[in-house]
């Protein structure tokens, strides 16, 4: 009997950045949050008749990010200014 050794190889990807948390406010319309995330995530959208789907990009698509969960993201600290003021557009409570 042999003793096989398994070898994992693992890449894994440092971002040095500012965690950003935010909600928008508790008393928001749901058009007003739909709206949000739209422009903030982008949107899976159809053509005519369904046939051709895209994601059309949102104002965070652009951005290089990592979501966390929910409405937490890690984002290089360049970014950070451009972010805080697309979510002061919506009254958003923000962490960073």
């Given at each position: 009997?042999?003793n096989?050794i398994?070898?994992?190889?693992?890449?894994?990807?440092?971002?040095?950045?500012?965690?950003?948390v935010?909600?928008?406010?508790?008393?928001?319309?749901?058009?007003?949050?739909?709206?949000?995330?739209?422009k903030?995530?982008?949107?899976d959208?159809?053509?005519?008749?369904?046939r051709?789907?895209?994601?059309?990009?949102?104002?965070?698509?652009?951005?290089?990010?990592?979501?966390?969960?929910?409405?937490v993201?890690?984002?290089?600290?360049?970014?950070?200014?451009?972010?805080?003021?697309?979510?002061?557009e919506?009254?958003?409570e923000i962490?960073?």
């Amino acid at each position: 009997m042999t003793n096989r050794i398994k070898v994992c190889h693992a890449i894994i990807h440092i971002m040095i950045g500012k965690f950003v948390v935010f909600r928008l406010p508790r008393k928001s319309e749901h058009g007003i949050a739909n709206k949000f995330v739209q422009k903030f995530y982008g949107q899976d959208s159809s053509g005519w008749k369904k046939r051709d789907r895209f994601h059309k990009k949102g104002f965070i698509g652009s951005i290089p990010q990592r979501k966390v969960m929910g409405e937490v993201i890690v984002i290089a600290p360049e970014d950070l200014g451009g972010i805080l003021e697309f979510l002061r557009e919506y009254s958003a409570e923000i962490y960073a």
